[in-house]
């Protein structure tokens, strides 16, 4: 069994968000400054050129990539990233951070951020609503009338327990559409209660809605 060590040095998990088969150079590149390894995500986002929308295309590939790293790390990681990339430009990507509170199963450590770690106010927000399969789209819809600018959708499926699946027959996991929304925090209350109202998550069984503070948000205009 693998010892776990304690320390008390600070991470971050980097989120870029790029167009199909860029997310694996963007690791590569991420590499080169030390960030030893990722997840590549699959998914769709919106389109929001009008011209493209009428002519029916409503969604491009896109691929979301996770990464952890020390703190340390974090912002010549970003830098080098977004100079080759030029996130600064339209539709080339989006890249943001998050602080991590805990994280095991990396090296054998476990790595904890002091609570009282203070943080400058970020001014993005995420949210990630988890929903049925199908009703994605609202979800998306929702927020953008409420000042989201887009948003990314993944698919995945809900597990059951053995137990459930005796009791009331269910015989397959539900599909479930997962969505990602980046927004300025001006707007994130108002999207916020704007997803919760329309796909009603106060109603058990409807869905789950969770946010964290964006740091060092690139691509957003």
Known sequence: MTKQVENTKFYDVIF?????????????????????????????????????????????????????????????????????????????????????????GTHGERLHMDEQEAHLLADHEVFFTLVAAGLGDEVVEAAAAAGARGGTLFHGTGAFAEKCRKVFGIEVDAGKDIIMNLVTSAVAPAVETAIVEQMQLDVPGNGILFSFDAENVRGVR
Do not use: D, W, Y
């Open 16 to 104: 870029v968000v790029v167009n199909i088969g860029k997310a694996s150079r963007v690791l590569e590149e991420a590499k080169k400054c030390g960030i030893t390894g990722g997840t590549i995500m699959h998914g769709s986002g919106t389109v929001s050129s009008t011209l493209l929308r009428t002519i029916g295309f409503h969604e491009v590939k896109k691929e979301i990539l996770f990464m952890v790293c020390a703190r340390e790390k974090t912002q010549p990681a970003i830098e080098h990233i977004s100079s080759l990339f030029h996130f600064e430009l339209p539709n080339r990507g989006i890249l943001f951070t998050s602080p991590v509170s805990h994280l095991l």
